[in-house]
């Protein structure tokens, strides 16, 4: 189970950070990253983690603006989020793929098919 939440409003330019607890499965056995999806917008990819060495994805549209970091000891995933922008709106959920599945595809570049839990949304607004 995930349980993401953090989100809110916030104007031009500043920053959030969202977290994403997992209970029930070790982040040892599977990776977690984030999505997004805004009005009438497909769900996209925004961040995950490849692997348990901390590999990283960034969608280019996030990369230099947010950070995707993770407390194993807590069973927890962040997503800080800078400079955010207007486009930046939408409900952000996070999401958690098995370890071993995550080598041979990139979950985090999809719309998230196939992965294996979610996290109820959190709404982002950015207001210019």
């Known amino acids: 189970q995930l349980q993401a939440f953090g989100g809110g409003l916030v104007q031009v330019g500043g920053s959030l950070r969202l977290s994403c607890a997992a209970s029930?499965?070790?982040?040892?056995?599977?990776?977690i990253g984030w999505f997004r999806q805004a009005p009438g917008k497909e769900r996209e990819g925004v961040a995950g983690f490849r692997n348990n060495d901390d590999e990283t994805y960034y969608a280019d549209f996030v990369k230099g603006r947010f950070i995707i970091s993770k407390d194993n000891a807590k069973n927890m995933v962040f997503l800080q989020m800078n400079n955010l922008k207007p486009e930046d709106t939408a409900v952000y959920y996070c999401?958690?793929?098995?370890?071993?599945?995550?080598?041979?595809?990139?979950?985090?570049?999809?719309?998230?098919?196939?992965?294996?839990?979610w996290g109820r949304g959190t709404q982002v607004t950015v207001s210019s």
């Open positions: 999401a958690a793929v098995w370890v071993v599945k995550e080598r041979y595809s990139n979950s985090w570049k999809g719309n998230g098919l196939g992965l294996d839990y």
């Open positions: 029930g499965f070790s982040l040892d056995e599977f990776v």
